[in-house]
């Protein structure tokens, strides 16, 4: 058993009951997340008591298919969210890549989900001057770390480092169309029961922003997990058909833009 669970508080232990889960590896955050049957565990540090992801799943609870939170607790400054298990597979599994149709419909449902909710009453505003003022103070600090840039972003053919990239987006700021948005529109967040689509996980980005963020982050996903970048390529996936399944017209700038915004964030 790991060190964390050994430490469980009472209200996530009272519905656990006695099961038994597994650490799972995949993601970038600083978070432990442990699966079970039917819940997921995530264990991280402490955020001032109330991270902002547990309030947006409980506001999109009934609007959107997310997990529903069963247990939050800070404790030892750590912080400690049960949620239900998004049942099915991610859209970035093998079974689910050999099948672009089903791919693509479940990225458009996921799209339209998230567009249908009034984005009047969304109270998270996520705004590209928020997305700047971020970036900018990553790279005065020096913590911005170009690394996972995509390849042709920076040197020859692209920008000359971060800070010229970041005055470009300044200068360029498309107009707004305001949808509600998942805020990280990748593959392995969206889930499939082979049919439809079946719920979004990892929703602390969520809230009102340019629906090209979606797209753009979505179309990169398409072209990164079909093209060979994760080591293996599905040749019938063309990222441009998202916007065909969508129903929405491809638009390069905002594309460009969303994708290059990305890289600072």
Not at 61 to 68: L, M
Request: net charge negative.
């Amino acid at each position: 058993m790991s060190e964390s669970l050994k430490r469980i508080p009472v209200s996530v232990a009272r519905v656990l009951g006695s099961q038994t889960g597994k650490m799972d590896g995949l993601g970038k955050s600083r978070a432990q997340v442990f699966l079970f049957d039917d819940y997921v565990l995530k264990i991280r540090p402490a955020d001032d008591g109330d991270t902002i992801d547990v309030k947006i799943l409980q506001w999109l609870d009934g609007k959107a298919p997310v997990p529903r939170v069963a247990a939050h607790e800070v404790e030892n400054g750590q912080d400690w969210l049960l949620m239900t298990r998004i049942q099915g597979k991610e859209l970035c599994k093998p079974e689910v890549m050999n099948q672009p149709t089903l791919l693509l419909d479940c990225m458009a449902e996921a799209l339209h989900t998230l567009w249908a909710i009034p984005v009047a009453d969304c109270p998270f505003e996520r705004t590209v001057e928020d997305n700047l003022s971020h970036a900018e103070a990553a790279i005065q600090s020096g913590r911005f770390d170009p690394s996972d840039c995509e390849p042709e972003t920076f040197g020859p053919g692209g920008f000359e480092n971060p800070r010229s990239l970041l005055d470009w987006l300044k200068e360029n700021l498309p107009p707004q169309d305001r949808v509600v948005t998942h805020g990280d529109f990748c593959l392995p967040n969206m889930f499939t029961d082979g049919k439809r689509f079946t719920g979004f996980i990892d929703v602390g980005n969520a809230g009102a922003n340019d629906r090209w963020m979606d797209l753009a982050l979505g179309w990169r996903s398409l072209k990164h997990n079909s093209d060979g970048h994760y080591g293996k390529v599905y040749p019938n996936i063309d990222p441009d058909d998202l916007f065909r399944a969508a129903g929405v017209p491809k638009d390069e700038e905002k594309l460009r833009y969303y994708i290059l915004l990305d890289e600072l964030n």
